[in-house]
Nanobody
Framework: QVQLVESGGGLVQAGDSLRLSCAAS????????MGWFRQVPGKEREFVAA????????NYADSVKGRFTISGDNAKNTVYLQMNRLKPEDTAVYYC?????????????????WGQGTQVTVSS
């Protein structure tokens, strides 16, 4: 079993920055990929970013490319999402996910474990 706990969400203004954290515990490994997704009410969960296991290759949604950065700290079993130049359309619940494989895939079905989510609200 794996437990994922997100933190760092909050209410910010457009143009501000936030850093989300996801602490993993249980059956974890540096070879497993981690991802961030987001969801707003009434819409499907949307891919944001992912980082591959072992080599740390990254993958981003076009909507966040150049503004968001995903990174990992294997010693702390934690993955981060640095979000800069936030926009109101970034408002969502952000979820951390982990998959028992190395590839930084963008489809939610490829992930095996999910956190409980953290709310990010960006005001205009």
């Amino acid at each position: 079993q794996v437990q994922l706990v997100e933190s760092g969400g909050g209410l910010v203004q457009a143009g501000d920055s936030l850093r989300l954290s996801c602490a993993a515990s249980g059956r974890t490994s540096s070879t497993y990929a981690m991802g961030w997704f987001r969801q707003v009410p009434g819409k499907e969960r949307e891919f944001v970013a992912a980082i591959s296991g072992t080599y740390g290759n990254t993958n981003y949604a076009d909507s966040v490319k150049g503004r968001f950065t995903i990174s990992g700290d294997n010693a702390k079993n934690t993955v981060y999402l640095q979000m800069n130049r936030l926009k109101p359309e970034d408002t969502a619940v952000y979820y951390c996910a982990m998959r028992y494989s190395t590839g930084a895939v963008s489809y939610s079905g490829g992930y095996d474990y999910w956190g409980q989510g953290t709310q990010v609200t960006v005001s205009s």
